[in-house]
């Protein structure tokens, strides 16, 4: 596609259930991002893809925070038993590559809601 | 993670009137970027400073890059009501992006 697709848009959920977001990168993009942006404030890391290296979790606030991504195309971030903390904006973003040169390209996001 | 240190957080002004923000760090990073994140959207990239010193516009918006690495401003001319967002500062170094903490900007016609 045109951009950085993100689904659901929207998602609440009852506190202690697991979720899934789903992240389709730019067709190409070899990298691939996961943000939180909780209200107010600004983008904390997750997690971070590259081709097929390793990817780098050090980002993710708890185990009950996962990611994966088949190659380089779609990427599932799976939280379990959500937490009232969690609720947030999930922000993806893809680019060619890593290093300074290359720019990010953000989805529109998914906000959880975890009531 | 370590946020970037975005001033001011908030900005009232009046159509017309020029703008500045900016980031500072304890870190030194290889890159500063800017971003605008209107409502229900990801962030989008505005201007990315790749040198210290440099010195980048886009239209109405010119940034540097500070000579230590560790802060950047942004300055809008001439604001007009389209200019309401939040701009985050970003910082990059390999692979490692921090974000500030944003300035949400409102113009007033």
């Known amino acids: 596609g045109a951009g950085v697709s993100q689904s659901p848009s929207n998602k609440v959920t009852e506190k202690g259930k697991d979720v899934e977001l789903r992240c389709d990168p730019i067709?190409?993009?070899?990298?691939l991002y996961w943000y939180r942006q909780r209200l107010g404030q600004g983008l904390e890391f997750l997690i971070y893809?590259?081709?097929?290296?390793?990817p780098d979790k050090s980002g993710l606030p708890s185990d009950r925070f996962s990611a994966e991504r088949t190659g380089e195309s779609v990427s599932t971030l799976t939280i379990q038993r959500t937490q009232q903390e969690d609720s947030a904006v999930y922000l993806c973003?893809?680019?060619w590559g890593h290093g300074s040169d290359y720019g990010y390209t953000f989805g529109s996001g998914t906000r959880l809601t975890v009531v | 993670g370590q946020q970037l240190n975005q001033s001011p957080q908030s900005m009232f002004i009046q159509e017309g009137e020029d703008v500045s923000m900016n980031c500072t760090s304890s870190?030194?990073?290889?890159?500063w970027l800017w971003y605008k994140q209107e409502p229900g959207e990801g962030p989008v990239l505005l201007i990315a400073?790749?040198?210290?010193?440099e010195l980048t516009s886009n239209g109405r918006l010119t940034a540097q890059f500070g000579i230590t690495r560790k802060d950047s401003f942004l300055n809008i001319s001439a604001s007009i009501p389209s200019d309401v967002g939040i701009y985050f500062c970003?910082?990059?170094?390999?692979?490692?992006?921090?974000f500030g903490a944003g300035t949400r900007l409102t113009v007033k016609p």
């Open positions: 973003a893809s680019s």
């Open positions: 870190s030194i990073f290889n890159t």
């Open positions: 400073l790749y040198k210290a010193g």
């Open positions: 970003a910082g990059r170094r390999n692979n490692d992006m921090r």
């Open positions: 067709s190409g993009h070899t990298a």
């Open positions: 893809f590259q081709g097929n290296s390793a």
